[in-house]
T-cell receptor, first 114, second 114 residues
Framework: DQQVKQNSPSLSVQEGRISILNCDYT??????FLWYKKYPAEGPTFLIS?????DKNEDGRFTVFLNKSAKHLSLHIVPSQPGDSAVYFC?????????????FGKGTKLSVKP | ETGVTQSPTHLIKTRGQQVTLRCSSQ?????VSWYQQALGQGPQFIFQ???????GRGNFPPRFSGLQFPNYSSELNVNALELDDSALYLC?????????????FGSGTQLSVL
């Protein structure tokens, strides 16, 4: 049973527009969430994280929103750039634990078209 | 600063064989985590090593084993290979096991079991 779900396998967006990637989780014990980006033939790289004590965290063009009651988080990329084309993974964990033990979703492949 | 390196990059084995994958952690990191990423799936946690001791394990059978050496490099060993073991194996290192200590991933070893 998947504890972290990314229900959209792919997303296509025009350059300059907003990209919204969604993630749902089922385990209410999760209280720390991360997004990773993965290019082909490379390992995942950390993008942004959010603790359950917040509902929003922003870093440049990237913003993560957390809705605890809905067990839902989303990653917004504004404006989207062709270099953002990659697979994006949502991951969850229990705060106080190690980031080495993350539960990942299946990923969403984002394509940003010029 | 040297990042996380994994070897080999690709490997082909036959069912029933044994395999050893290697990982050199990033300079200054003492914690290594291993993940298995099957095709179309997100990375799945195998186990973590902290200062040469296993520090957490995911839902993988005992034929998946590991080691961490005094220089904090690590090995993943898989015995009695099965077809379903075909996957990308990712190693990630961090500077410790606290929540805010980020993971840095290598590019992975692509294992094919025939």
């Amino acid at each position: 049973d998947q504890q972290v779900k990314q229900n959209s396998p792919s997303l296509s967006v025009q350059e300059g527009r907003i990209s919204i990637l969604n993630c749902d989780y089922t385990n209410s014990m999760f209280d720390y969430f991360l997004w990773y980006k993965k290019y082909p033939a490379e390992g995942p790289t950390f993008l942004i994280s959010i603790s359950s004590i917040k509902d929003k965290n922003e870093d440049g063009r990237f913003t993560v929103f957390l809705n605890k009651s809905a067990k839902h988080l989303s990653l917004h990329i504004v404006p989207s750039q062709p270099g953002d084309s990659a697979v994006y993974f949502c991951a969850a964990m229990n705060y106080g634990g190690s980031q080495g033990n993350l539960i990942f979703g299946k990923g969403t492949k984002l394509s940003v078209k010029p | 600063e040297t990042g996380v390196t994994q070897s080999p990059t690709h490997l082909i084995k036959t069912r029933g064989q044994q395999v050893t994958l290697r990982c050199s952690s990033q300079s200054g990191h003492n914690t290594v985590s291993w993940y298995q990423q099957a095709l179309g799936q997100g990375p799945q946690f195998i186990f973590q090593y902290y200062r040469e001791e296993e520090n957490g394990r995911g839902n993988f059978p005992p034929r998946f084993s590991g080691l961490q050496f005094p220089n904090y490099s690590s090995e993943l060993n898989v015995n009695a290979l099965e077809l379903d073991d075909s996957a990308l194996y990712l190693c990630a290192s961090s500077s410790g096991t606290k929540t805010n200590e980020k993971l840095f991933f290598g590019s992975g070893t692509q294992l094919s079991v025939l």
